[in-house]
Structure formats: C-alpha cells, structure tokens
C-alpha cells in the first residue's frame, strides 16, 4: 500500500516544476488498528465527523490518500486566489 509520504513523492515526479510540500497525513497503528494522524496536530484525523482511527490498514491508506489529495487541492486554490490579486 502507499503512504502519503510515497503520494507526495510520486506527485512531485509527475509534475517536477510543482513545489514539494511535506504530507499532512500519515498512516499509523493505533490502539485498535490503524489511524490516519494529521502531523499538524499530532491527532487522528478526522473526516468531517468521522474520526479516522481503528480501520484497517488499507482503509486508512486510502483515506490518508484522499485526504492528500484534498489538501492539495486547497493548497492550489489558495496560491492560485493569491496569484489572482
């Protein structure tokens, strides 16, 4: 499976020009499985109210993968809005 880590790699050899921005997202083990942390707060992540805590280890790479993928997004629009002013 792939981490946000390998996400952020292969981004970044798809699109070389693109600046490198460190993942927000990791997968760990958790008491009950495995969480996806938001290493900006050291806390299991959450989507919108669902805690992303006790899946599986599948589960919670692919969440981590899509919460990147959000995240990025809103990276891009929010340069893109500055670029705009």
Do not use: C
Not at 3 to 20: F, H, K, L, W, Y
Not at 23 to 30: H, I, S
Not at 33 to 48: F, H, L
Request: aromatic share 6%.
């Amino acid at each position: 499976m792939t981490n946000a880590i390998e996400i952020e790699q292969r981004e970044s050899d798809e699109n070389p020009d693109a600046a490198t921005l460190p993942p927000r997202f990791e997968v760990r083990r958790d008491g009950s499985g495995w969480a996806v942390y938001d290493v900006n707060t050291e806390r299991v992540a959450r989507r919108g109210a669902v805690s992303q805590g006790g899946l599986s280890r599948s589960t919670a790479e692919q969440s981590a993968w899509e919460m990147q993928l959000d995240e990025n997004e809103a990276r891009y629009r929010q340069d893109l809005a500055k670029a705009v002013r």
